[in-house]
Structures are given as structure tokens and as C-alpha cells.
């Protein structure tokens, strides 16, 4: 009899938690006890990396780091690195997601003047997140504007400990997260983390990238990302983000995407690829358009990609979405590379109500 796989997609955010948010709390791993007792042996996730507009994890500052609301307070103050934390909206139906920050940040940068921690090892192993605290940095003295926009480029010498903030936030969430991956795994349990397909314009991604985007003279992007109209929409979808130069990104066997994905895959057990179909043909809209009517497919990087993928990381576990409606060239594409697709799982939808026990 085969094997049936059955999982829960359930985004951290939902999650109970004591400070306005699902978090990387003790409730992670009540979850995961959960998941065990009903025979569940995937945990499907959404992107862990920073929210963009709209609060959307799908278009992030960095899509290596991971958002700092995500960092368990009560487990700081298990480590004795803060005294004590009061709740804060425990009982919210919605995430407040600046509320959550203002209040979380607070207490963060109690905890890490608290800390005594090195993190010149976590920075060697980790070369993307000095450019992500420099970003950071770089962004708020030019008063949060798109790096294409910047006047000041040169760190003051006076940030060095707001970057080393940065950098410690970033130590304690991989650290926090990978401890509930390893309780998961020791529990029979395998998560599914998601990687979006593109990245935002405002981001370390493109900005450490630049050359590897449609963009003019001055960085702006020329084309940007969608879907062209269909049945269900006569204008289309209009996303906005930049789109890649492919052509630029096989000089150097696409670098930065294939770094991008393996970061990610690194932190779970299976990597779940959206918008996989852009890989065989994505959309491309003229920059400026107010909507995606004047979309057109252009033919993607496709083996050659997947190729250079699996060469570097021969072990690499991937799954693909699968949006049903799809030329016939995508499904070869998967099956070629023999790319499961994300419903071999069975996905439910569940909510903290339906967590027996879990209720903060």
C-alpha cells in the first residue's frame, strides 16, 4: 500500500503567542507534539524573511534574514538575557505587525546589551548578513528610501553597534528556529519552507545584484513582474517587482539565485519553489504600466538552471508549485528534473482554535 504523506500548512505567524504574534515560542513546539499525536509528518510554512507592503512575506528587504518578530522573548529571558516580559495582545485575533515590532524591538535591544555573545563565527558562516545590517543601516539615515534613491552610501563610524544589532538579531532567530527544526525532525515531523520567486526592488538582494535585473541607466527596472490576463482577469496581475537578466545571471552560473535558494533549503527539510513556472517562462510588463494587459512570456533559464542547481547541491530536497493551468513545457521541465509537486501533500488549513491545548 503506498504510503500516504500528509502535512499542515500552518505560517508561523499563526501561531499562539504572548507577544502579538506566532513566534518562535514554546508554542512551536506544543505545535509540532500536536502534529506527532495526529500521525502528521509535514510542517508546511510560509517565508520566514521580513515583511514588505502589504505585510506580505513574498516581497522582503532580504530574503536570507529572518523577521525579527519572529524572535521568542520568553525564550530570551529562559536564557536570563532579559528579566522579565509582560504580554502583549496574547489574545488578538489579527497581527498588528508594527505594533509587534515597536514593542518586540524594545525588549530586543535590551537583550542583546545584555548579551556577551561573539558573532564572528555566525558572520563568517553567514556572509550575506553583514551586507543585510549594512543595508539596514544605510537605509534609515537616508530616511528609508529605495536604495536607487540614496544620497549617503558610507557607513557612519557611529552604526557600528546598530549593524552589530542587526547582526545579533539575526543570530538569535537562526538559533531559535533551528531549534524547533531539530525537535521537529527528532519528532518525525519534516518542514516545508517557501521560496518566493522574485525579490523587491527595495532589497540587499537586488541592491548587492543590480546588474543582474532589467534595469536603465539609473536603476530603475525597465519591465517588471506578473501575470498576463486569463479567464479570471482581463487586466491581469500587476506585481511590480524587478525582473531578472537572465542572460547576466548565467555568466556566473546564476550566483546569487542558487545562493539564495540553498540559504534557504539549509534551514528546512524540503524547499517548497514558487511561482516554479517562471523558471520555464515568466511574464515581463513594461515598467509603468497600471496594469499587466501588456504582459508577454518570455522563455526562462529552464534546464540550464537546474543543471547548475544540482550540480552544487547534488542533495538538495525541492518541491514545486503548482498553479494547475500550465504549458505543456513547465510539466516537462518538472518532470525532467524529477520535481515533486507541492500537493503530494495534503494540505490543511487549520488556525489556533482547532489547537487543542495551544490557547496562550
Known sequence: MKKRNVGVLLPVFSLPGNHGIGDFSHYAFEFIDWLKNHKYH??????????????????????EAFDIRY???????????????????????????????????????????????????F???????NEYAKYLVLKNINDNKVWNQWIIK???????????????CQFIALNQWNDIKKYANKNGVKIIADCPFYV???????????????????????????????????DGQLWGTPIYNFEKMKENNYKFLINRIACL??????????????????????AGDENARRGEWKIGPRNDFFDNLFNQYPNI???????????DSVHELRNLKKIKISSFIQVLMITKHYMAGLNP
Open 265 to 286: 533549503a539549509s534551514r528546512a527539510d524540503i524547499l517548497r519553489l514558487d511561482h516554479f513556472r517562471a523558471f520555464d517562462t515568466y511574464c515581463v510588463i513594461p
Open 200 to 234: 523587491g526592488l527595495d532589497s540587499v538582494d537586488c541592491y548587492l545584484n543590480k546588474d543582474e535585473f532589467m534595469m536603465d541607466e539609473h536603476y530603475n527596472p525597465t519591465v517588471v513582474s506578473g501575470c498576463p490576463p486569463d479567464a479570471f482577469s482581463d
Open 42 to 63: 509535514y510542517w508546511q510554512i510560509l517565508p520566514l524573511n521580513p515583511i514588505g507592503p502589504a505585510n506580505s512575506p513574498y516581497i522582503t528587504v532580504c530574503s
Open 317 to 327: 530536497k525541492i518541491i514545486a508549485e503548482d498553479l494547475g493551468l500550465l504549458f
Open 123 to 129: 558572520v563568517k558562516e553567514n556572509p550575506w548578513v
Open 71 to 121: 524572535i521568542s522573548l520568553d525564550k530570551l529571558v529562559e536564557q536570563g538575557l532579559l528579566d522579565n516580559v509582560p504580554k502583549h495582545h496574547a489574545e488578538a485575533g489579527r497581527v498588528n505587525y508594527q505594533d509587534v515590532l515597536t514593542f518586540k524591538e524594545k525588549y530586543l535591544r535590551r537583550a542583546y546589551k545584555n548579551s556577551k555573545i561573539s558573532l564572528k563565527k
Open 154 to 168: 558610507k557607513i557612519p563610524s557611529f552604526a557600528e553597534d546598530e549593524i552589530n544589532f542587526h547582526i545579533w
